[in-house]
């Protein structure tokens, strides 16, 4: 950066990140049920199927949509295919009905902050005394992150929920995404990189319907009770003004304190199977 002040960043919770996008195509039901479907003139694959078949293309099978997956009966009349998307193309509405997804950040009638659309329950501290300062749920089970300090009423930018000064010259950075959130410390001159309370920094956990268990180099899991991963968080990273860390040269939370002043990032994913 021009001004010289160099940049490092700390952790937060998702779902399980998928790399790539996977599209499947074909026959996905065997020929006798494909049958038992077509026999079924009340059922909606038996009533997509003959409009298929009746038009020449593809019918959607609205009630076999997922926040992933939408399925359509092909024009044979005996088969379906189904196509996977690797991030969520839709999202619940409170109605039950779909909508397109969207993380952008809004001001909500209890004073939190969240994103208008996404696939997780997902709230962050509108200000005050920082015990909730992130929350995120899915199917009723939780994970709330409390900050060590008070905190200002976030200027939002976008996806962006920025606390500016929670330490002298230090902001905290929360960016809700449609599946979690990235959470990252600004630390922006070297006397506040020299900060006590920088050397350690300690958040206030709750978890409901959940149990937490710690990983290698600073990863964190969250499990449901038969022991599925529901919510994730990788190792924290940290950098500065000359680019970021590179792939291995992520360091713990733990170690924040020991950076220079840059940037200390995470994120937090709930767990897609």
């Not at 997509?48 to 078949?53: E, H, K, M, N, V």
């Not at 044979?76 to 690797?86: A, C, E, N, P």
């Not at 004073?111 to 659309?117: E, I, K, L, N, Q």
Request: with cysteine; charged share 25%; proline share 6%.
């Amino acid at each position: 950066m021009g001004d010289g002040r160099r940049r490092a960043g700390l952790a937060g919770l998702t779902a399980l990140a998928v790399l790539g996008t996977v599209v499947t195509v074909g026959p996905l039901l065997a020929p006798q049920t494909a049958i038992a479907a077509e026999s079924s003139d009340r059922s909606a694959s038996g009533r997509a199927l003959a409009q298929a078949a009746a038009s020449g293309e593809q019918v959607e099978i609205p009630q076999e949509r997922t926040e992933h997956e939408t399925v359509f009966a092909n024009p044979d009349g005996r088969t379906f295919t189904l196509r996977k998307s690797v991030v969520p193309v839709r999202v619940k509405k409170d109605d039950g009905g779909w909508t397109n997804p969207d993380a952008t950040l809004v001001k909500r009638a209890d004073g939190s902050v969240g994103p208008r659309a996404a696939a997780v329950d997902l709230s962050f501290s509108g200000g005050g005394d920082g015990k909730k300062l992130v929350t995120i749920a899915e199917d009723g089970r939780s994970v709330t992150l409390g900050w060590p300090g008070k905190l200002p009423a976030p200027r939002l930018e976008g996806t962006r929920a920025v606390y500016e000064d929670v330490r002298p010259d230090v902001n905290l950075i929360l960016t809700a995404t449609v599946e979690g959130f990235r959470q990252l410390l600004e630390v922006e001159t070297l006397k506040a990189a020299k900060d006590p309370a920088l050397a350690s920094l300690t958040y206030a956990m709750d978890v409901e319907g959940l149990r937490v268990r710690e990983g290698s180099a600073g990863s964190m899991e969250a499990l449901d009770g038969n022991g599925n991963v529901v919510f994730r968080s990788p190792s924290a990273r940290m950098w500065n003004s000359a680019g970021q860390a590179r792939d291995g040269e992520g360091l713990s939370a733990q170690s924040l304190g020991a950076a220079p002043p840059g940037r200390h990032s995470g994120r937090c994913d709930p767990v897609r199977r």
